[in-house]
C-alpha cells in the first residue's frame, strides 16, 4: 500500500460510516485511477481491491445493479491475479450473495454464498469467517427451498381449482 492509496482508502471509510455516500465513492476511484497508472503488471491485484471499495460504496447508497457490477469487476481481477485458493475471492463470493439476495435473486444469491464456503473451505489457513460463509449458505438454502415448496403448492393448489 502506497501512502496515497492508504490516505484516500481510509479516508473513503471514514466518509461512508459518516454517510457521505458519494464523496466516499469519490476517493475510491481516486484511488482506482491512481492504482490503474502506477501498477501494470505484478499487482493488478489490486485493481479489485479498489473495485470492491467502489461496490461497497454502491452499497451504501442502495444502488445494488451498480454495486454487484463493481464486486464482479473485483471478482475478475482476483481470479486473474490472485492464486485460486486466496480468500479474497470467498469475500467477493459473500458479498456477491448479499447484494443478489437483496435483488431479490435468491438462486443466485444461494450459488454464490456456497460459493464463498466452498472458496474458504480451500483456503491454505483457517478463515474465521468460515462458520458465518456457511450460516449464510445454509439460511439462504433453507429460504430457497421454502419459496420453491410454495410455489409448487400454489400450482398444485391451482391446477385442483382448474380441474
Not at 493488478?44 to 473495485?51: H, P, T
Not at 491475479?81 to 480468500?87: E, G, N, Q, S
Request: aromatic share 12%; charged share 25%; hydrophobic share 35%.
Amino acid at each position: 500500500f502506497d501512502v496515497t492509496e492508504r490516505y484516500l482508502t481510509n479516508l473513503a471509510f471514514v466518509l461512508s460510516r459518516e454517510g457521505k455516500f458519494e464523496d466516499a465513492l469519490t476517493k475510491h476511484r481516486a484511488c482506482l485511477r491512481l492504482r490503474l497508472h502506477r501498477y501494470h503488471s505484478i499487482e493488478k491485484w489490486k485493481y479489485g481491491e479498489s473495485y470492491s471499495n467502489i461496490a461497497s460504496s454502491y452499497l451504501d447508497m442502495l444502488d445494488y445493479n451498480r454495486a454487484l457490477e463493481y464486486y464482479q469487476k473485483a471478482l475478475l481481477m482476483q481470479r486473474k491475479h490472485l492464486v485460486p485458493t486466496h480468500p479474497a475471492r470467498a469475500t467477493s463470493y459473500y458479498k456477491m450473495s448479499c447484494v443478489l439476495q437483496l435483488l431479490g435473486e435468491l438462486d443466485s444469491a444461494t450459488y454464490y454464498a456456497r460459493l464463498a464456503f466452498k472458496q474458504l473451505q480451500h483456503t491454505s489457513v483457517s478463515h474465521s469467517r468460515i462458520n458465518e460463509y456457511k450460516k449464510r449458505y445454509d439460511e439462504l438454502f433453507q429460504e430457497l427451498l421454502t419459496q420453491r415448496i410454495q410455489a409448487f403448492e400454489i400450482n398444485s393448489m391451482s391446477r385442483e381449482t382448474n380441474q
